[in-house]
């Protein structure tokens, strides 16, 4: 408790235990002396609990001051702190946005690469079945005609020899025929015979 707060309780203590006056209820009679030594006391300490409580609300003041400095930092701080969070998250989503999209890119240059290939691979092998197939019509027409011809010149030489050994077999006929013949036989006359046996003999002479 301080000093005036005392002589306040000093001074409502004198005066709740002084008489009344006379044929009266609400006034008092008082000691003079000791009424202004309480005063005089009073008014010596208020300037200076005055100073001491302006000290006390300046210093609590400063404190405030400080405290709502400290609370503004504090504030500020998180505030930034959240801003660069969120800056972060935001730089970490735009990096995951973008990681995705090349991810996305590199994966549809693929398949497009793939298709490319699988499509150019299908390309190759048709035509090489292409090529091969015309190639084998070639050789098979080739042996087609090369075995028509073949037969044809068979068939022709065929054809040659059968007259050949038709003539041939002719020929034989012919020349049998000739050999085997028997030769015919003269007419004589019968006084004739006689003669021809007589020459003969003569002849073998």
């Known amino acids: 408790m301080s000093r005036i707060e005392q002589l306040i309780g000093e001074i409502e203590e004198y ?114 079945i292409q090529y091969t197939d015309s190639i084998l019509a070639s050789i098979e027409t080739l042996m087609s005609h090369s075995l028509s011809d073949q037969q044809a010149r068979y068939q022709a030489l065929m054809d040659s020899m059968q007259k050949t050994y038709d003539v041939v077999v002719g020929n034989r006929r012919e020349l049998n025929a000739a050999v085997y013949q028997p030769e015919p036989q003269a007419e004589t006359q019968p006084n004739e015979e006689p003669q021809q046996a007589a020459a003969a003999q003569k002849d073998a002479q």
């Not at 001491?52 to 405290?67: E, P």
């Not at 946005?97 to 240059?109: G, S």
């Open 15 to 128: 005066i709740d235990s002084c008489k009344y006056q006379p044929l009266s209820n609400s006034k008092i009679l008082v000691n003079k002396e000791e009424m202004e030594e309480l005063l005089v006391e009073l008014r010596l300490r208020v300037p200076d609990e005055i100073k001491k409580y302006q000290k006390i609300i300046s210093q609590q003041d400063a404190i405030l001051a400080d405290a709502k400095n400290q609370a503004d930092s504090m504030i500020q701080d998180a505030k930034q702190q959240t801003e660069e969070m969120i800056s972060e998250n935001e730089i970490m989503q735009q990096a995951y946005a973008k990681a995705n999209e090349l991810v996305q890119q590199a994966q549809a240059q693929a398949d497009q690469i793939l298709a490319n290939a699988t499509a150019e691979s299908n390309n190759m092998k048709i035509n090489a």
